[in-house]
Nanobody
């Protein structure tokens, strides 16, 4: 079955950086667009970023554009999110997902940014 396992979250000061990873299994990773979504405390799921099958096309929410970079390694079935210049409003549980709505997502990794 589809498995998505996120890692790399943690507590970081504002202005800091983190790199999230998502190990995928149970499906042909390289055949799917992949997404990062997040859920801040008390809020719904929010699309953060997307990447096409080859990695040549990416998209970002306005709130993270210029600070976050999505990438993928199809040989390793792994999705990444490099996050820089983190802000307190980036605090959320981050999920990798096989769809933009987050319906097929992993268990998430907590990112907490202290101001």
């Amino acid at each position: 079955q589809v498995q998505l396992v996120e890692s790399g979250g943690g507590l970081v000061q504002a202005g800091g950086s983190l790199r999230l990873s998502c190990a995928a299994s149970g499906f042909t990773f390289g055949s799917y667009w992949m997404y990062w979504v997040r859920q801040a405390p008390g809020k719904g799921l929010e699309w953060v970023s997307s990447i096409n099958t080859s990695g040549g096309r990416t998209g970002y929410a306005d709130s993270v554009k210029g600070r976050f970079t999505i990438s993928r390694d199809n040989a390793e079935s792994t999705l990444y999110l490099q996050m820089t210049s983190l802000k307190s409003e980036d605090t959320a549980v981050y999920y990798c997902s096989r769809d933009a709505s987050g319906k097929t997502r992993g268990q998430g990794t907590q990112v907490t940014v202290s101001s």
